[in-house]
Structure formats: structure tokens, C-alpha cells
């Protein structure tokens, strides 16, 4: 089987742009979770879908937003750019969630000048 | 807040050494995981206990868990050079669909 695709790997943007990251799971899995990794915080948790229903969301503002297709295909998106957006953002993917194994991506390197 | 915290945050160790790295967490949990992360790529799944299991092994490696301590240790026996990467626990905060990660645990391998 296919990996965990990230598209695209390197994103430069400017304060105030917006910008929509992809991730295409391993075939048959059905729950996408989000993850942002910086140096100071660490990875946190942004959100879970499965099945297009986003189960659960962390501590992120609004202008963090996702969404799942049927095909199970995640995408997140970030409004009004900010410097402190700059991470690598993850998505792992796995058959039922976050208690089972997850499967990462490569990431996404975003860089907010 | 990070559920779990791995401790040492930085390890380094001659190649052929065992390394041990310990993890902690706050809140009761179905499962515990472990990742490795080379430099700034994904997280790749090392090894999943469960809540029941006390033990578990794979390869090289070995997890123990104890809930009582709300604790757990990854030991990585007979090291190389390849090992030397970021070690993550992860617990998932039973009910709330999503992993906690803890700070990680960098690890290096000296030849």
C-alpha cells in the first residue's frame, strides 16, 4: 500500500495570505488527524476527522480549519497568516483513530515570513 | 499541555550501548505509543501497548508500562548509528480521540 501523502512538502508565505495543505491517507483508512510541530511547543493536536466528521479539535484559533472528503482525504487550511504559524505541520492517518497505530506523512514545512 | 514528558531530553551514547528513554503522563489511557523522528521528516510507529500489558517487545526494542506510575520506558538495545533520531510517547487521553505528545527524547549514537 501507498503511504501517507503531504502535498506540498515546502510553502513559503507572507504574513495575512492564507494557505491549504493536503493529505491523502493510506487506502482504506478512514480517520485523518492533523499535527502542528514547532521547536518551543512541540507537536500538538489540531484536529481528527473520520468519515468527514471532525471528532475532535485542540487548542488552535479559528483560522485553523479542515475538512474530510468521502474519498477520506483531509485538507487543512490557515487564514491571515501569522509568523508564529511557521511549523511542520503532520498528518497521520490510521483504520479508526487515534487509539490505533497511526501512520505519518512527511509533513508539510510552512514558512510564514 | 503535553500529557506525556520523556526524560532524559537528550541522550547520547556510544554505538553498541543499550538506551533507555522514560516517559510520563497525567490522565488514564487506553494505550501508549512510541514514535521515532529523524530529523524534521515524520513520525514513524515504533510500538503500541496497551493499557493491560505490562511488557512488550519488537526487535531491538521493549516497552514497559505501568499504570500505577503512569509511566513508561522504551529500551533500545544494541544501538547503531541509524538509531539516532527523536523518540516520542504518545498517549490518547481516553475518549478524546486525538494523541498527546510529549517534548521527546533526542537521542544520538555515537560511532
Known amino acids: 500500500k501507498a503511504g501517507v501523502t503531504q502535498t506540498p512538502r515546502y510553502l513559503i508565505k507572507t504574513r495575512g495570505q492564507q494557505v491549504t495543505l493536503s493529505c491523502s491517507p493510506i487506502?482504506?483508512?478512514?480517520?485523518v488527524s492533523w499535527y502542528q510541530q514547532t521547536p518551543g511547543q512541540g507537536l500538538q493536536f489540531l484536529f481528527e476527522?473520520?468519515?468527514?466528521?471532525?471528532?475532535n479539535k485542540g487548542n488552535f484559533p479559528g483560522r485553523f480549519s479542515g475538512r474530510q472528503f468521502s474519498n477520506s482525504r483531509s485538507e487543512m487550511n490557515v487564514s491571515t497568516l501569522e509568523l508564529g504559524d511557521s511549523a511542520l505541520y503532520l498528518c497521520?492517518?490510521?483504520?479508526?483513530?487515534?487509539?490505533?497505530?497511526?501512520?505519518f506523512g512527511p509533513g508539510t514545512r510552512l514558512t510564514v515570513l | 499541555s503535553q500529557q506525556g514528558e520523556e526524560d532524559p531530553q537528550a541522550l547520547s551514547i556510544q554505538e553498541g550501548e543499550n538506551a533507555t528513554m522514560n516517559c510520563s503522563y497525567k490522565t488514564s489511557i487506553n494505550n501508549l505509543q512510541w514514535y521515532r523522528q529523524n530529523s524534521g521528516r515524520g513520525l514513524v510507529h515504533l510500538i503500541l501497548?496497551?493499557?493491560?500489558?505490562r511488557e512488550k517487545h519488537s526487535g531491538r526494542l521493549r516497552v514497559t508500562l505501568d499504570t500505577s506510575k503512569k509511566s513508561s520506558s522504551l529500551l533500545i538495545t544494541a544501538s547503531r548509528a541509524a538509531d539516532t533520531a527523536s523518540y516520542f510517547c504518545?498517549?490518547?487521553?481516553?475518549?478524546?480521540?486525538?494523541?498527546?505528545f510529549g517534548q521527546g527524547t533526542r537521542l544520538t549514537i555515537n560511532p
Open positions: 501497548i496497551r493499557s493491560n500489558e
Open positions: 497521520a492517518s490510521s483504520s479508526i483513530g487515534p487509539y490505533d497505530t497511526q501512520y
Open positions: 487506502s482504506g483508512h478512514r480517520s
Open positions: 476527522y473520520f468519515s468527514e466528521t471532525q471528532r
Open positions: 504518545a498517549t490518547d487521553g481516553q475518549g478524546a480521540q486525538k494523541l498527546v
